[in-house]
């Protein structure tokens, strides 16, 4: 009954994202999607400010559907979320970042791959279970970007469930920081290994004296936690030079890459290594 209550409500709110006949089928076809090879897993580089290099990517989900073509995350997560779809999404993207970072070690990069965990699998005691026996497979450092879409639930599970993701080796990275999701009541609860500051706090770096201040003292503070930092969306020379100063470990953006096939990647790393 509880359960049919819930697919209720999935549907009605699939119904807030637009046309619902064809968000319905969208859904619908995700897991055809995902066992077709339509979905497909692009890394944007971190670079590292301190080794002056790339050692980190993020895996990014797109989705090359056969009539509406290619579709970014934002069109299809929160949907995902909501139906439950997120897992089968989550399973299949954490299977594809272990065969890649195997690929790209065999080509002798030895990368740091991330993948996005919605905050609604910290409910979930399954997904640990998968990762306890996948992530011991994985040939270099696998990262949790835990995104936080709603309040989560039961937080007593969420940090239970975090731990078991920890104990099989894999790192917490709290994301998008300050984008009024993620706060500080979050900081306060995860115990993670990064921090990553959104976009929004830092596209205003170089013009405002007062963003600056909350940037660095957002470094400063995840550092006295013993967090490293890793800015996103940087598109400007002038804001890479200021985090450089402010002490910032990573920074991510288009200046340094925009997310792109493994291919591609491979290509990216090989001339970052200046070969
Ligand atoms: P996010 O984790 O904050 O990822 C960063 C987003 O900012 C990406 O959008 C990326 O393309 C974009 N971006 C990166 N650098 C720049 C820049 O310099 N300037 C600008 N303007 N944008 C930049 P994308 O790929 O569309 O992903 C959107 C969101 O979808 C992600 O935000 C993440 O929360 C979510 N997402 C993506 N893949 C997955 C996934 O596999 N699972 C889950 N749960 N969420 C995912
Ligand atoms: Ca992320
Ligand atoms: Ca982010
Ligand atoms: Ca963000």
């Known amino acids: 009954q509880a359960r049919a209550a819930r697919r209720k409500i999935a549907v009605f709110d699939a119904e807030a994202y637009g046309d619902p006949a064809s968000n319905l089928s969208l859904m619908s076809g995700m897991l055809r999607a995902i066992e077709d090879g339509h979905v497909e897993l692009f890394y944007q580089p971190k670079f590292d400010?301190?080794?002056r290099g790339v050692h980190a990517v993020e895996g990014l989900v797109r989705w090359r559907h056969p009539v509406r073509g290619m579709l970014r995350p934002d069109l299809f997560i929160p949907m995902a979320e909501e139906t439950g779809h997120i897992r089968a999404l989550t399973d299949w993207c954490l299977r594809q970042a272990i065969v890649d970072q195997k690929l790209m070690a065999e080509a002798g990069h030895e990368i740091e791959v991330a993948i996005n965990v919605s905050g609604r699998l910290l409910g979930d005691p399954e997904f640990a279970d998968l990762v306890e026996v996948l992530a011991p497979q994985a040939c270099g450092k696998l990262i949790f970007e835990i995104t936080e879409t709603a309040v989560i639930e039961n937080p007593d599970l969420a940090l239970t469930i975090l731990d078991r993701f920890k104990a099989a080796g894999v790192d917490i990275s709290?994301?998008?920081f300050g984008s009024g999701l993620s706060s500080l009541a979050y900081l306060k609860q995860i115990r993670g290994h990064e921090l990553k500051i959104d976009r929004s706090l830092v596209v205003d770096l170089t013009q405002s004296q007062r963003d600056a201040l909350i940037v660095r003292s957002t470094i400063d503070l995840a550092h006295s936690l013993g967090l490293k930092v890793t800015a996103e969306g940087i598109?400007?020379?002038d804001a890479f030079q200021l985090l450089a100063a402010m002490g910032c470990d990573q920074i991510q953006g288009y200046l340094i890459g925009k997310p792109?096939?493994?291919?591609?990647l491979m290509d990216f790393l090989r001339d970052d290594r200046g070969e």
């Open 174 to 176: 709290i994301d998008d």
């Open 49 to 51: 400010l301190r080794r």
């Open 260 to 264: 792109q096939t493994l291919t591609d």
């Open 235 to 237: 598109e400007e020379p």
